[in-house]
Nanobody
């Protein structure tokens, strides 16, 4: 059974850093693009970042450009999201999901599948 599991969330002060991991099981990650999405209370789920199957193309939401970096290690079946200079508005549940090969245009939640259970990120002093 294909499954994605997020980890690495937590409570961090503004300006701090976290690294999220998205671990795949039950399928080979290197066929799939992986997207990171987030959902804050009362808001719609939004795209944060995406990486295509071989890591050659990445996408970022304008709100995180220059602060977040997505990467993947297909040998470890894991995709990472390094989050630096965190802001209170980054507070949300972060999810990863997959789709074949490329992120798509636009890379919106409805074209992704096999969603993980999410990991909470809270940025607060």
């Amino acid at each position: 059974q294909a499954q994605l599991v997020e980890s690495g969330g937590g409570l961090v002060q503004p300006g701090g850093s976290l690294r999220l991991s998205c671990a795949a099981s039950g399928f080979t990650l290197d066929y799939y693009a992986i997207g990171w999405f987030r959902q804050a209370p009362g808001k719609e789920r939004e795209g944060v970042s995406c990486i295509n199957n071989n890591g050659g193309n990445t996408k970022y939401a304008d709100s995180v450009k220059g602060r977040f970096t997505i990467s993947r290690d297909n040998a470890k079946n894991t995709v990472y999201l390094q989050m630096n200079s965190l802001k209170p508005e980054d507070t949300a549940v972060y999810y990863c999901a997959r789709r074949p090969l490329v992120c798509g245009m636009p890379w919106c939640p409805r074209i992704f599948s096999s969603w993980g259970q999410g990991t909470q990120v809270t940025v607060s002093s």
